[in-house]
């Protein structure tokens, strides 16, 4: 079982506010799932739209290590995510 799974199990199921998921790995990967698109990305700052805000990733070094249609890696010194 992977470990979205287990936090998934952990999460209460009625809580429909919840449109998007993140998880900071260290301040050096963050892996962001519900991605609508991606608004702009640079090596210090990324934009993405989400279904209800619109998510920025702030740091050094930025890149994104995998992306595709609702999930995304991003590399680098991760210094803040926020909604917007």
């Given amino acids: 079982m992977s470990m979205l799974d287990e936090i998934d199990k952990l999460m209460v199921k009625t809580d429909t506010s919840i449109n998007f998921r993140t998880i900071n790995l260290g301040g050096k990967y963050l892996y962001l799932e519900g991605i609508k698109s991606v608004i702009s990305f640079g090596t210090e700052e990324m ?38």
């Fill in 47 to 84: 934009d993405f739209q989400m279904k209800k805000c619109v998510l920025i990733v702030t740091g050094k070094n930025l890149k994104i290590k995998y992306l595709d249609k609702n999930t995304c890696v991003i590399e680098g010194d991760i210094k803040s995510v926020g909604e917007r």
